[in-house]
C-alpha cells in the first residue's frame, strides 16, 4: 500500500494575527508557521496503517515557511519520503492552486490513498480533499474517522455531524480528507528530528507555475472585539428569561 | 587441662587433628563460594557502562558547586561511613543502633583476623623457617586483645539486639518498614522471602554474636578460671554466670567443643552466605558511597551514546549497578517520596530492588531468601521485555517528581532520579507519555514555553509597570532577570513578577530581560527525558545570552536556577547565577533597603529545587524574618521539606490519579501550624500552593504568598496591587 | 434567466431538513432578487419533508438508487449533472457535509469560483462579495467572487435572520438519476452512542464549578443540563471531589471544549480553565464574586446566585 500525505503550514493561531500593509493577507513576515494539525492527523493514520498493514508512506507539499521542519518532523515519524514541490509562489495560496501542484506532482505517481487534512485554518476557497479529488477524478470523502483495508479496497467512515458517522466501501485510488487519525499524532523527540535534518533526503522539485483562479481577496480584518462581560444584572428570574433567550437565539431548541 | 604458664589460649581447644582438616577444608569451600560470589557482582558491575571519566568517575565540568554539583570529596565519604551518619540521619535511635553493630562487627572481624594471622601465618612461617612455630598471641597482646574486642562482641551485640527489637516492634507501624509495593502488579506478588531474609540475617548475626561470648565464658570456666582472664571481662563474666549454674570442668569443655563447632559452623556459613543476601551491604553500602554523587541528580548525565535512553541492562553504569545491591531496603527513599506518599504506582525502594532483581536474574546471580515472587513474568521477571515500558512500568516511571528527597535521605548513597530520566528517556523515544505531558513539550519545541503562548507575549506582563524592564539585549546591565514560563505567562504569577520589577527598581538594581528570546530553560523537559529538546532550548537560551550584555543572572523559578547554574555550565554559560531570594536577601544583609515589621506569623516551604537541590535554606528564611514575620518552620523543613507535586515535568501531567496531591498533603501539614500565610519562594509552588490551600477547604485560615509581597509590602516604599495589599487572614 | 439564477443545495443527509437549508434559502432569494433570477433548491435522496422548502420557486428531487442513504460520491454525479443543467450563477450550500465533501470538487469540476466559511455574502454591482471566517475565527476575509459562476458553503447559523420556512411547493420536478459508481458504496450509517460521554460534541454545556458546593448539589445542574438538552461538564475541583468522573473535566489536564452556549455556574475561570473553554462561542457565566475572572472572558454575566438562578430557568422552561 503506498500512502501519500498532502501536508502544510499554516500560521501559527496562537499568534496574534496582524493584517499586512495590502490589508488583504496577513503579515507573513511577523507570523510563525507551523505545520496545519489536521495534516498531522493524516499524517499519523497514515503510519498507522503502514504498521499495521505495512507499505509506504510519502510526505508531499508546496514549499512554504519552515516547512522542511514538517517534512523532517515526518520522516522522523516514520515516513519513508519527503517531497518539496516549489514553484516561486509566494504568500497565501488558494486551495485551487495547491490542488492544481499537488495533482501535477501525483499525476505521474502511483498511489492507493492520498490523505490531507480535512481543513486549514485559511481554506477560503475551499478543503483541499474534494478539490483534489476533483482534479485527479478520484473518489474522495471528507471528514473521515476511520479508515480500514477491506477487500479490493477500503472502508472509509466519515463524520456527518451530531454524532452519526458513515461507512462506506470505496475502491481506490482514493482522496480522504482527514478529521481525527485512529489515535493524536504522535510525540517524535527532537533528537530524532535533528537526526532526520541531518541525514537529509528532503526531494525537491520544480513544478511549473499555477493557472488555477481563486476569489480575489478585497479585505481582511479582524473581527469586532468583544470585551468584559456583558451583565445581566442579579435578579435570578430577569437573568434566567435572557439566559433563555440567549440559548434560543444561538439556534438551540429548547422547550 | 593444664593451667596455661603464660596468658594465651590454645586457638583450636581441644580438638582432634581431623576436625582441624575438617575445618580448614570448609573454610576452603566457604571462601571459593564468598570470593565467587564476589566476583559474579563485580562481573556484573563490569558489564555495565563505565562513566565518562572513569569506571565510576563522572567528568569534571566548570564551575562546579561544592555540596552541589561537585562530587564528594573521599575523605569526606571517610568520615560519613566511619560515623555512620548517613544512616543516623533523621533516625539517631537506628543510627546508633547501626553504628555499635558496624564498629562491633568490625572490631570482631579485626580480631578474627589477628587470630589468623598469628596461628595460620605467624605460626606457620616461624615453623617451617624457623622450625619452631612461635605465636604473639600471649602475654599483654593477648590481655588487650580480650579486653578490647569483648567490648566489640558487647557493642555488637547490643547494636543488633537493639535493630532486632525495634524491626519486630515497628515492621507494623512503619511505612518504611512496610514491603507492599507502591505498584501492584497484577499477577500478585509475595515478599515473604525478603522478610524472612531480613530475619534470617539480624538473627542469624545476634546468634552468631552470642554463641561467640558463650564459648569465651565456657573456655575460661573449663580452664578454671585463670585470673589474667579477667582481662576478659565479658567472657569471664558469663564464666562466672555459668558456674553458678554448676557448670564446671569437663562439662563445660565437651559443652564448649560442641558450641565452637556450632558457632564455627554458622560463622562460615555467614560468610558463604555473605554475597547473596541482604549482608552484602556490608561490602558494597560503603563502597557505593565511596562512588556516590549526588551531583549526578543536579546536573544530569547524558545518554548513553547510540541510545536515547536506556533500552536493556548494558545501558545500566557500573555505578547504578553497584547502587542497586547497596540498597538495604531500609525503605526512607519509601518513605519520604511524595509520589508513593500521594499514592502514585512509584515507590523509589522498590524501583531500586526491581532493576536489582533484573540485573541479578540477567546475570544469574543467585540470592538467597531476597527475591520478590511472582506467579508470572511479569516485572523484574520479564527478561525480555522493554525496560522502561515492561520490566518498570511507564507510570512507575512517570510518577516521579524528581524532587530528590529519595536520594538526599538513601543512607547508602543510591542516586534514583538519574535512573528515572534516563529510564523516562526511553518511554519519550517511544512517543509514550500522557497527551497533556506531549502537548506541553510541542509547545516548547514550537513556542519555547509550555503554555502554548507566542513567544512574543512572554515580556506582556511587564505591562502595566510604572518604569519599562531594560532590554539586556540591547543595553547593558548588571543583572539578567531569567523568569522562566510561569513567571511569565500564568495570570496569577505576572502580578508577582511585576512586583519583583518594581521592588529591584525601586532599589536601583540594574537588571534587563531578554523578552521574547528567553526560552523555557529545559529543566523539567530534561528531567521529562526530552534530551534532545533540552539541548534545543540550552542553544536557543545560550544564543540569546551571547547576545545580550550582563554580569549575573538571577532567575525567579528555581527549576530554572537549577539548570542554568549546574547544566548550562557544561555547555558553555561562565556567569553566576543567582535566585531572587538571593538578591533579596543581599539587599537586606548590605543594609540596602530596611523593613517594616509586619509582625505575621507565617510558615515557609522549601522548594525542591532550590533547598535539596541547591542548598539555598537561608536567603528566602532572612527575607521573611526581616520583614518581621515570625517563621514557624513547617514539620519538614530543608533537606527534608516535601515537594509540592510540580517537579520533573509532572507539571504538564494528569495528576487525578493520586489519592492526595503532594501539595494538598503539604498544606495539610502548615494547617497544623497555626499560621496566616504559607510563604513560597517559587512560581510553580505559588501556582500549586494557592489551588491546594482551596482544596483542602483552608482558604479562610491560610494565604500563599511570595517572598517578594512580603518584602515588597514590608520595604513599604510600593503601594502594591494583588495579593500582598489585600486585605489578609488575620493570624 | 438561468445565469442569474441561485441553487441551494439542502444539508440534508440524514434525518429530516436541519435549520440551516432555511438559512441558505432566506440568503439565497435575496441573492436572486439583487441579480434577477430564481431560487432552485436540490434535494437530494430522499423526498421525504420537502414540503416545507417552499421558499423555492423551483424545487428539484433527485433520487436513485445509491443516493440514499448519503454517499458522497453519488450525490456528487448527481449534483453535478443537475447544475450543468441549471447553470446557475450561484450555488449556496452548508459548510457542513455538503460543503465539505461536495463543493470542492463541484466547484473544481465546473471551474467556479468558491468561497467557504462565509458569514455574508452580497451582490455588490455586478460581483458577488462574500465575507468568510477564517483562522479559528480571529480574522474575516471579504472576498470578491466575480462574475461568473461561483459556490458560496455558510457556516451554520449566519443568515439566521433570513430562515425561510415556508410550507407548500409551487414546482416540484423529480429527476432520476443512476448514480451507480461501482467505486463507492453504502455500508452502515451509525447513530452516535448515548452512553459514552462526550463533552467536546455539545453544542451546549452546563458547566459547574466548586460554587455547586457538594455531591448532592450535582443533581440540580444534571437536571438543568438534560432539561435544556446540554451536556454537562465541569471545572477540576469537581472531578477531584468525584462528584462527576473525569470525562467531564473542562481545562489545562481535561478537554477542550468549544460549544455554542457555554453556561459556567460558579467557576471563577483559572487560566487552566480558561484554556479549555475559551474558544466557546457563547460564554454566559454565573458567580457571586463580581470580579471573578470568567467574566473577563465571558460574554454575559450574572453576579446571581446560581442556587436562585437555575430553579428559574428550570421554571421557565418548565423542567
Ligand atoms: C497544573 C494545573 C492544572 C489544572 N488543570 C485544570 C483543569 O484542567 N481544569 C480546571 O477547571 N482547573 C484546573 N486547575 C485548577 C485551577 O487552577 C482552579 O483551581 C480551578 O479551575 C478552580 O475551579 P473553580 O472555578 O470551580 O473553583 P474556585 O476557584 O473555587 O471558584 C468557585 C467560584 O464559585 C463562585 N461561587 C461560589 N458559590 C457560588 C454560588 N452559590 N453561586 C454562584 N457562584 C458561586 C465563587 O465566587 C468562586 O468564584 C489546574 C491547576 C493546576 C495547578
Ligand atoms: S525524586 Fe522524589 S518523587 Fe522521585 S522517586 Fe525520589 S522521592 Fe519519589
Ligand atoms: S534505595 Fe536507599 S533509601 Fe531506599 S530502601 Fe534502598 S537503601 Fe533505603
Redesign the interface.
Known sequence: MKIVVAMRQI???????E?DASG?D?DREFV?F?SNEWDEAALEEALCLKEAHGGEVVVVGVDDVDFDQTLFGALAKGADRAVKLSCGFEGWMP??VR?ELLARWLKDESFDLVLTG??A???????????L???LGL?????VVGLEPDGDGF?VT?E????????????GPLVL?IQAARQ?P?????????QAMSAGGIEELEVEAPTA???????????EA?G??????????E??????E??RA?????? | MLLAAVETRKIFGGTTHLERVLFYLLSLVVLVVFFAGLGLRVKKYMAGRPLDAGRFRRARVPLEKPGVSAPIPLAQTGVDIAANRTVSRRNHAVGGAHLLLFWGFLGLLAATIIVGLDYDVYGNLTRIFGGKELSFFKGWFYLGYNAVFDTAGLAAIVGAVWLAVRRIRDTKSSVALDYTRAQKPKSGYSRAAMTAGDHLFIFGLILILFTGILLQGLRIDAAGFPSFERWTWLGYTVAVGFGALGLHGSAAGSAHFWLWWVHILMALAFVAYLPFSKALHMISAPANLAVRDPGNTRRLPSPPSGHAGYQDFADFTSKELLGFDACTKCGRCHAVCPARTGGAPLSPRDLILDLRQYADRKRGIPMVLDWEERPDQSGPKNLEGRLAGEVIEPATLWSCTTCMACVEICPVGIEHVPTIVSLRRSLVDAGEMDPTLQSALENIATQGNSFGKSSRMRARWTKGLDVPIPDARKEEVEYLWFLGDFASFDERLQEISRTLARVLTANGISFGILYEDERNAGNDVRRAGEEGLFEMLVEKNMEAFSKAGFQKIFTTDPHSFNTLRNEYPAYGLDKPVMHYSELLASLISEGRVSLSGLGRKVTYHDPCYLGRYNRIFDAPRSVITSAGCELVEMPRNRTNSFCCGAGGGRIWMDDSVLAERPSANRIREAAELDVGYFVVACPKDYAMFSDAVKSTGNEDRMKVVDIVELFAEASGELALAGAASEEAPES | MAENDVVVIAERVVGSHPDVTFELLGKAKEIASALGGEVHCLVVGSPEGHECLGAADHLHLVEGEHLWPYNPHAWESAISALLSQLKPRLVLASTGTVGIDLCGALAAQSGSMLASYVVDLSVEGASLMAVAQLYGGKLMAECDLGEGPAFVTAIPGSFAGHAARVDGVADATSHSHDGADARMRHVALTEPEKTGVDITSEELLVSVGRGIGSQSNIDLAQELAEVLGAGLSASRPVIDQGWLPKAHQVGKSGKKVKPKIYLALGISGAPEHLEGMRQAELIIACNTDATAPIFEVAHYGTTADLFDLVPEILDLIGG
Open positions: 500560521a501559527d493561531l496562537v499568534e496574534e494575527l493584517v488583504a496577513i510563525k507551523v486551495t485551487a490542488a480535512v481543513q485554518a485559511d481554506d477560503l476557497d475551499g478543503q483541499l480533499a474534494g478539490v479529488g476533483a482534479r473518489p474522495h470523502a471528507a471528514v472502508k466519515q456527518l455531524g451530531g454524532g452519526v458517522t458513515l461507512t462506506s466501501h470505496a475502491t480528507g493524536a504522535r510525540y517524535v523527540p527532537i533528537s530524532r528530528i535533528r483562479r481563486a476569489p480575489k481577496v478585497t479585505r481582511l480584518f479582524a473581527p468583544k468584559r462581560a456583558e451583565m445581566l444584572g442579579d435578579k435570578p428570574s437573568v434566567a428569561a435572557r439566559i433563555v440567549l440559548i444561538k439556534g438551540i431548541s429548547v422547550s
